[in-house]
């Protein structure tokens, strides 16, 4: 890239195109199951909106979002697939709920007791999923309450059911047994008092996790977040190895200069230079979502080689020590992805900052534009976002 995209020296990539593929390899191992992502918190940091365009042209049933601000801008951008709010949500949001058309989650009789008020007064319907807590204790209905819930439901006219779901709380540990209760609680529900009744509700339980590890998760609805996003929670499986991951960060060398030895680099002089060497300095920081811990911990490619991030990361940018190799002002560099033979996977750069991938995602906010790629009507197009 020649030209800076919206004349800044650090942006990320996110490859449109792949994301579709990644979508239709969870479509054909989930079968017959209904797609539903959710791309809360601006789409795990790849932008809300081009991501929800591209969902929909990948014919996803549903959207998820974390709250009604998002449901509410996905709305505005023109959205109108079904979304789901899957947070609980507050008195003062549904009439901005309903007015919307956005689904939400009910987890109580409370709630439920309040949006019939509302609706009542307002003449509007809603569609609803009901959430059941099977062992997160986040929020949704405990089990054995979950009857009396969608019996009161059934009652008042202006809900439909369209959904009942649950959330699993270890599903990134292939091995923990407590998945399996979980979905085994949640089943038990559906057949006995779902099934047979209401047969179109549609039942839903599976993130990435389950999806990738635990396969009779997948019920009539999936929601993976991650995966879509092309990372799993813990290491690949085989029926979805070519999923892959869409997101890339690059930044432009900024400055390039000679340091004599002995010499404290950055805030704290925590790094300090050997002999006489070449420094460059990057302009990212972690004004921009780039973690501190990464200082001296973290690394960059440039010119295909990888280096040492060298001293603490300020909130605007930070130095490599490139020793004697070869670099100019302008080079394109890369903190996460590849160049050349190297890469930096984000589950490298999570691992360094003992977090996970979907935080590092997340943290990523919006001075740094983010720069699309995609394949429409056979050619390639790209846009900021
Ligand atoms: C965020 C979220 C998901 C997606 O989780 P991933 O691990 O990213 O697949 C699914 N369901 C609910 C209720 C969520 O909050």
Avoid at 350 to 371: D, M, V
């Amino acid at each position: 890239m020649n030209k800076l995209p919206l004349g800044h020296p650090a942006w990320i990539e996110i490859d449109l195109q792949q994301f579709k593929k990644n979508i239709a390899i969870i479509r054909k191992h989930i079968g017959k199951s209904k797609l539903c992502i959710p791309i809360k918190a601006n789409a795990y940091g790849h932008g809300l909106i081009p991501i929800a365009r591209a969902a929909v042209d990948a014919k996803v049933d549903y959207l998820g979002v974390a709250c009604l601000q998002e449901g509410v801008q996905l709305r505005k951008a023109g959205v109108l697939i079904p979304i789901l709010v899957l947070g609980a949500i507050h008195e003062d949001q549904i009439s901005d709920l309903l007015t919307h058309e956005l689904e939400f989650t009910i987890s109580s009789l409370y709630k439920a007791k309040m949006v019939a008020k509302q609706c009542q007064e307002s003449k509007q319907k809603c569609r609803v999923h009901i959430e059941i807590d099977t062992g997160m204790q986040r929020t949704g209905v405990r089990p054995d309450s979950a009857l009396e819930l969608l019996n009161y439901l059934n009652t008042e006219s202006c809900f439909e059911v369209v959904g009942i779901y649950s959330h699993l709380a270890v599903s990134d540990e292939p091995d923990n047994d407590f998945t399996q209760y979980q979905i085994q609680k949640f089943q038990d529900f559906i057949l006995k008092y779902v099934r047979p009744k209401h047969p179109n509700i549609i039942c839903h339980i599976a993130n990435s996790g389950g999806i990738s590890y635990f396969s009779d998760s997948c019920l009539d609805m999936v929601r993976p977040g991650l995966l879509t996003f092309g990372h799993f929670p813990n290491g690949t499986i085989e029926a979805l190895q070519d999923i892959k991951s869409i997101f890339t960060l690059k930044a432009k060398i900024a400055y390039f200069k000679v340091v004599e030895a002995g010499q404290g680099i950055s805030y704290g002089h925590t790094y300090k230079t050997q002999e006489q060497t070449r420094v460059v300095t990057i302009p990212v920081g972690y004004g921009d979502g780039l973690r501190r811990e990464l200082s001296n911990r973290g690394a960059v490619i440039i010119r295909g080689q990888r280096f040492a991030i060298s001293g603490t990361i300020c909130m605007d940018q930070f130095m490599v020590d490139i020793h004697h190799q070869e670099a100019f002002v302008g080079d394109e560099i890369v903190l996460i992805g590849t160049q050349g033979k190297e890469s930096i996977t984000l589950e490298e750069m999570a691992r360094l900052c003992n977090t996970i991938t979907y935080e590092i995602l997340c943290g990523f906010n919006n001075r740094l534009p983010r720069y699309y790629s995609d394949i429409h009507e056979g050619k390639s197009i790209s846009f900021t976002g």
